[in-house]
């Protein structure tokens, strides 16, 4: 408040950013950010947040999902197509494929697609880093499914510990 008693919303706002701030980069623990939040919340959002026995940091989740939805060229540098094997080597072909990005779908049946984030690096010889990469892999158990689950696949570049790639769907 100021001298003359009226609330300062910025300054007020302002201090519990910087709040979070502090707590965000000066704890370990994931779960203290998200009991911040929802202690001393700015949205709606966040004064419903779950803040007990948390196992993913929702936080950063919803951080990252606000990020996505306000920003609908997020996926602009995105590289979208197949690998296809020619003379020896694994090339990459764009396509016209329509990634899975809206969950629940209404059937099992999209094919998906795969996108890569950020294209293999490689070493002056001109072949991909050994051991750099690494993938995750959930397959499709079956071709006549009778839930909504996808076969997903994530490439994590373990230099920079970010996506590289990711495919979802049924092939």
Request: net charge negative; glycine share 6%; no cysteine.
């Amino acid at each position: 408040m100021d001298k003359d008693g009226n609330s300062d919303v910025t300054k007020a706002l302002l201090e519990l950013l910087m709040d979070r701030y502090k707590i965000k980069y000066g704890s370990t623990d994931i779960n203290t950010i998200t009991k911040r939040i929802s202690q001393y919340p700015i949205t709606p959002q966040e004064a419903i947040l779950q803040s007990n026995n948390a196992l993913f940091p929702v936080s950063d989740l919803n951080e990252r999902l606000n990020q996505l939805d306000n920003n609908p060229s997020e996926f602009d540098d995105v590289y979208v197509g197949e690998l296809v094997q020619r003379e020896g080597k694994v090339e990459f072909n764009p396509t016209g494929d329509i990634p899975i990005r809206d969950f629940p779908t209404k059937d099992n049946k999209l094919q998906g697609a795969l996108e890569i984030f950020a294209m293999p690096q490689k070493n002056p010889e001109g072949s991909v880093f050994p051991e750099r990469y690494i993938i995750g892999l959930d397959p499709v158990d079956n071709d006549n499914a009778n839930t909504m689950s996808f076969g997903s696949m994530f490439v994590l570049d373990l230099w920079t510990d970010t996506i590289a790639a990711e495919y979802t769907g049924r092939p």
